[in-house]
């Protein structure tokens, strides 16, 4: 903070702050007051979100005494994440009401202007401070009396006002920069996943198709809990299936099963897992190929193996590479069970129609799907870096705009 800038608590700074309102899904109804939550509160940005808005009636909003918020009212989400985070209310054409782990800021226009104070809720020490307030271990928080002695830098008005139309100019152009990368990452996993529909349709009359049962066996993984005494292995879980191919044994969790497991029990090179069911739907028929296998391991029930024939003219990655095209996803999940978390069986898999080439066929397949991935993923990686860079130029010119030093858009840019 820049010397001779006082700071002050930043209830002190406002004319109201208070909690929004306590509201139960029994109080809510399809159409009237507007409920603002935690989810269209973004890191200095309102998400409307308007699809998934909730309202309450007139009536209701008398009978519990609700709070209304107004344009350029400032709200903070006290839960993650991250906790603390703020936005301005923006004018949508609706009443609004909040919800209650959102706090209301009606800032003294005499002391503080709310876009100053926006961009201060996204700087690294405003965030540091927050955090060493929350409470809980599974999901943190803060309460509003502690938020409410977060100091807050109060330079002159004047000061602030410089200050954000600084940093209105120079963040319109980092945001551009942002979009242009975000849609650069997105075309390039766009494009891979195509390229990969593709080359499954690409098929001559030297192609044959059967189901997957004809060239694998099935087993369920093992539900197992952790005992204190039997046998200490590795288990392939969910999780895992974060790679496109086998992770390293090393980083595998290890499990202590009761017992001793079958030899049936346990993973091969060159088998197939599938996410059986999970609680994230988009898991649901997600691939791995198993690797090089040097000790004992072993798969969590919420995964399904299927064990290629080895007399069968068939590469594994080839078809494990069919498994994660979007068509293969899509055929399998539209043959899942259940309502709320659907789940994969072995029935499903064992339906699904697989496209075989001779074997050099798939080899040559096999080799352009890898070149094409090493390239998407080099794209990625790159167009991931630019995004931490970003975030670390937005850093960066926060700090500047905290400490006092900026005086320009050009410095900013220097």
């Not at 055929?331 to 697989?354: D, E, F």
């Not at 167009?383 to 500047?400: C, T």
């Amino acid at each position: 903070m820049k010397a001779g800038w006082e700071a002050q608590p930043l209830a002190a700074l406002c004319k109201v702050f208070a909690d929004g309102d306590w509201i139960e899904t029994k109080d809510q109804s399809e159409s009237g007051i507007r409920l603002i939550q935690t989810g269209n509160v973004g890191a200095g940005v309102f998400k409307d979100r308007a699809e998934k808005a909730r309202y309450i009636s007139a009536a209701t909003f008398d009978r519990l005494r609700c709070n209304e918020i107004f344009e350029g009212d400032c709200l903070i989400s006290r839960l993650p994440d991250p906790v603390g985070r703020s936005c301005i209310i923006p004018m949508i054409g609706e009443r609004m009401i909040t919800a209650v782990d959102c706090t209301i800021m009606r800032f003294n226009p005499a002391q503080m202007i709310p876009s100053f104070f926006n961009y201060y809720s996204q700087s690294k020490p405003y965030l540091s401070n927050v955090d060493k307030e929350t409470t809980g271990t599974t999901r943190k928080r803060i309460s509003r009396s502690k938020l409410g002695e977060i100091l807050i830098p109060v330079p002159p008005l004047t000061e602030q006002r410089r200050t954000v139309s600084i940093l209105d100019e120079a963040f319109a152009g980092l945001e551009a920069m942002r979009a242009n990368t975000e849609k650069n990452l997105q075309n390039a996993q766009e494009l891979f996943e195509s390229f990969l529909n593709a080359v499954f349709a690409e098929r001559d009359e030297l192609w044959s198709e059967c189901a997957l049962g004809e060239l694998a066996t099935f087993r369920n993984g093992i539900n197992y809990t952790k005992a204190s005494r039997g046998e200490s292995i590795k288990v392939v879980g969910v999780a895992d299936f974060q790679n496109d191919f086998w992770a390293s044994l090393g980083e595998l969790q290890s499990a202590t099963v009761s017992g001793s497991l079958a030899e049936t029990d346990l993973l091969n090179e060159g088998d197939i897992l599938f996410v059986r069911s999970n609680g994230n739907v988009e898991l649901i028929g997600r691939t791995l190929l198993i690797g090089s296998v040097s000790e004992r391991v072993t798969h969590s029930g919420f995964t399904i193996r299927a064990r290629l024939n080895s007399t069968k003219a068939i590469n594994p990655q080839f078809i494990c590479w069919f498994l994660k095209s979007g068509n293969a996803r899509r055929a399998m999940v539209s043959g899942g069970i259940g309502t709320n978390i659907k789940s994969l069986n072995q029935t499903t898999l064992s339906r699904l129609t697989i496209p075989l080439p001779p074997r050099s066929q798939q080899e040559f397949i096999v080799a352009r799907i890898n070149d094409i991935r090493s390239e998407s993923q080099r794209l990625t990686s790159l167009y991931e870096q630019k995004l931490a860079a970003i975030d670390e130029l937005k850093q960066s010119i926060l700090q500047k705009a905290f400490a006092g030093e900026l005086t320009a858009v050009a410095a900013v840019a220097a």
